[in-house]
């Protein structure tokens, strides 16, 4: 003999717990939605050769903005800017890690959780080493200062060893 187990009401479909007394007016209702266009941006008017000449430096200009590492001009003489990415201190750290060595990543704090947390992961994966946030910090484990801040760079940021 094998017990069989009560059904609770909580178990039961809504229909069966209201019996027939109760129809549900919503269950033959079908709505169709029409899906939203997604809004597209209009292309700027192309540049007249006026304007074009307005938007590229003189020689002078070029050779100040070279100089003080600015961006690079191409044959055209149009300005090729470098990434301007959040500028990052690398530094390492031995205290109050039990003597292990940290490389601190400092100047994320502008980039919000989500890609913080994002960045890390890749950072762990690139590297091959473990990391985390601390405080909009990133500590990354071992002296990494110079591999660190090659795949930084890799990725748009600029970077400074002190």
């Known amino acids: 003999m094998s017990k069989k187990k009560k059904q609770r009401p909580e178990d039961l479909p809504l229909e069966e717990r209201l019996g027939d007394t109760w ?38 200009d070029q050779a100040l903005l070279a100089a003080f590492g600015g961006g690079s001009t191409n044959a055209k003489g149009e300005v090729i800017s470098l990434p301007k990415g959040p500028l990052l201190t690398f530094t390492i750290e031995r205290k109050g890690h039990g003597g292990k060595t940290l490389t601190l990543v400092r100047g994320l704090n502008s980039l919000d959780t ?41 990725q748009g940021f600029r970077s400074r060893i002190p």
């Open 23 to 60: 129809a549900n007016p919503f269950r033959d209702l079908k709505i169709a939605l029409p899906e939203a266009e997604p809004a597209k941006a209009p292309e700027p008017p192309p540049l007249s050769p006026e304007e074009r000449k307005k938007q590229q430096l003189s020689k002078e």
């Open 114 to 154: 989500a890609a913080q947390m994002e960045l890390c992961a890749s950072a762990r994966t690139a590297l091959g080493i473990g990391g985390r946030f601390v405080d909009g910090m990133l500590e990354l484990q071992g002296d990494q200062r110079e591999r660190a801040a090659k795949w930084f760079e890799k």
